[in-house]
C-alpha cells in the first residue's frame, strides 16, 4: 500500500487480512523501533515470502515514491511474487480531493493515539512528517518490479473517509 500518514492503510491490511484468513499477512514498517527499522522490515519481508502457506502480504508502509518501495518489491519479484501497488486515487486526479484527504490525514496524525511512532511526538512533529510526505509523494508506476498498480478511492461522496465496509 502507497499513501501518506493517517490514510488508514494499516487499518485496511488489518481489515483484509482478517477477511481472508491465514493466507494472509500484513507487514508495518513502523512496528519495528530503532534507526535500522528499514532494514529489520525488509528481512521479515523476506521472511514471510518464503512462507510457503501465505498467498497475499500486505505492506503497509508510506512507500511514498520509487526509492521506499522498490527494494521491499525486487525482493518479492525475485522470490515469485507479483506485486500490486494500491495508491490513493485521489492523489492523481484533481487538486481539491487531495486537498481533502491530506486534510482528514492531518486530523487523523494530530488525534491518533496506540501508534508506534507519533504516540510520542509532539503535534508540530506529526504535521512536519506529513507534510514531507506529502512532498514526496509520487504514485507508483509499473516497473520492472512493480507488476500492477491499482487506484483506490479513499473518499466517499460527500468528502470523508470511507469506512472499512465501503472498502471491501
Not at 75 to 99: C, N, R
Amino acid at each position: 500500500m502507497q499513501g501518506i500518514p493517517g490514510l488508514g492503510k494499516t487499518t485496511l491490511a488489518k481489515s483484509v487480512c482478517e477477511h481472508i484468513g491465514n493466507r494472509c499477512e500484513t507487514l508495518e514498517q513502523d512496528s519495528f523501533k530503532g534507526s535500522n527499522s528499514g532494514k529489520q522490515c525488509l528481512n521479515y519481508l523476506e521472511t514471510l515470502l518464503t512462507n510457503d502457506k501465505l498467498e497475499i502480504i500486505i505492506l503497509s508502509r508510506n512507500n511514498a515514491n520509487n526509492k521506499q518501495y522498490y527494494n521491499y518489491a525486487k525482493i518479492a519479484t525475485e522470490l515469485g511474487w507479483k506485486t500490486l501497488v494500491l495508491t490513493p486515487y485521489e492523489f492523481i486526479v484533481d487538486s481539491l480531493e487531495k486537498k481533502k484527504l491530506e486534510d482528514i490525514c492531518r486530523k487523523t496524525i494530530i488525534e491518533r493515539s496506540g501508534h508506534p511512532n507519533f504516540d510520542n511526538l509532539p503535534i508540530n512533529k506529526r504535521k512536519s512528517i506529513l507534510t514531507m510526505f506529502i512532498n514526496q509523494f509520487k504514485v507508483a508506476l509499473p516497473s520492472d518490479v512493480v507488476h500492477f498498480v491499482e487506484t483506490i478511492k479513499w473518499l466517499d461522496n460527500e468528502g470523508n473517509r470511507r469506512s472499512i465496509e465501503m472498502v471491501r
